[in-house]
């Protein structure tokens, strides 16, 4: 009775797209995640790559902010990144050929959701008295109206208006992550960075698990990513392979500042011995050169692990029974070469090697 009357005392406040205070009210463990998400981080103003980036575009000079569309879509906001209700509107997304578009609800307090067994809901608030106004029995959230039937919500399809793909002015495709993992109901984006982690959803109705909303990625929660690759070995004439295979529908990381290194070590009779590391990579740039993303027009290199590809790397290193092979798979969220040219070189989180997934083997 007291969250009832809680609730119904500040049903009159408006859902403000920029004020998580209000969603917190009936989603503190959701909230707690998305206040450490890049969604919430999206601005100059809480990413220092993006900002990094930011600073040498030439059009900051104009004051011509190029990102807004998914940095900060709040009308131009750019103190605001991403908001609970930025995302809770989409309604559909409109594909183009430099870069996809998020087409919002217009209907004051309504939001779209995804839950199983509900894909033909709509649950609207509604308030039923009986026993003369002494009981009061609630449906849905005095905040918002929440429609379940969008089926953008159940593929993934409603993360590929900013996660799609990306290109400049010279017509070049500086991104793309693709929508092949936005069309399956059983797996997709959301599934993946978004899977199902304890605690309820909402503190009206209790659920055991809800839908992670720091979104898994490299740079919040990578472990929840770790079980979508796998590191396997194999014994050769010459030595031995690792294999490792991305099961994501996309590359294994999307952005071109990215860096994966795999590092490898023998441990032989109480010894360790460092084996060559092997780094994965994309880099875009013109005239042969690496370059800022708004003047690339080639790829330069590009050898990191495909969707669903089985890389094998050769090792010709022979091996003694007894032998540990111990393998580490990580990444630099910035390329160590391109540090010093956004100046983020003193960043300790930025230069740092974070591991994705160990490998162990002993040889018998």
Not at 126 to 154: A, C, Q, R, V, W
Not at 248 to 271: S, W
Request: charged fraction near 25%.
């Amino acid at each position: 009775m007291k969250l009832l009357l809680s609730l119904l005392a500040i049903f009159a406040i408006e859902l403000s797209a920029t004020d998580l205070n209000t969603c917190k009210g009936c989603h503190p463990i959701i909230s707690s995640e998305f206040q450490d998400s890049f969604h919430k981080k999206s601005t100059i103003y809480e990413d220092k790559v993006h900002k990094a980036i930011w600073d040498k575009h030439p059009a900051k000079a104009k004051g011509q902010y190029k990102c807004a569309k998914c940095h900060t879509p709040n009308k131009n906001d750019m103190h605001t990144g991403i908001t609970c209700v930025n995302c809770h509107t989409i309604t559909d997304v409109k594909e183009h050929t430099r870069v996809n578009e998020n087409i919002y609800e217009t209907k004051d307090k309504t939001l779209y959701s995804a839950q199983k067994g509900m894909e033909d809901k709509k649950v609207i608030y509604h308030e039923k008295s009986s026993m003369f106004g002494l009981i009061k029995k609630t449906t849905g959230s005095p905040y918002h109206d929440i429609d379940y039937t969008n089926k953008n919500f159940y593929t993934g399809k409603m993360c590929m208006g900013c996660h799609s793909h990306k290109q400049n002015s010279h017509k070049f495709t500086v991104c793309e992550t693709g929508t092949e993992g936005a069309k399956d109901t059983e797996q997709n984006c959301i599934t993946c960075h978004m899977p199902q982690v304890k605690g309820s959803a909402t503190n009206i109705r209790e659920s055991k698990t809800h839908a992670f909303h720091g979104f898994a990625g490299v740079r919040n929660a990578p472990e929840l990513l770790s079980k979508y690759i796998d590191i396997n070995y194999t014994k050769t004439d010459s030595g031995f392979n690792i294999i490792v295979h991305n099961k994501a529908p996309h590359n294994l990381l999307t952005h071109p500042l990215r860096v994966v290194a795999l590092k490898t070590t023998i441990k032989r009779d109480g010894k360790i011995q460092e084996l060559k590391t092997f780094k994965f990579m994309k880099i875009i740039g013109t005239e042969g050169k690496p370059s800022m993303p708004w003047l690339a027009t080639e790829v330069i290199k590009d050898n990191m692990i495909k969707d669903n590809e089985k890389r094998i790397l050769s090792f010709d290193n022979k091996l003694q029974s007894g032998d540990e092979i111990e393998t580490i798979l990580g990444y630099f969220i910035v390329n160590p070469k391109a540090v010093k040219k956004l100046g983020l070189e003193k960043d300790k989180e930025l230069t740092k090697f974070t591991h994705i997934k160990n490998g162990y083997f002993k040889i018998q």
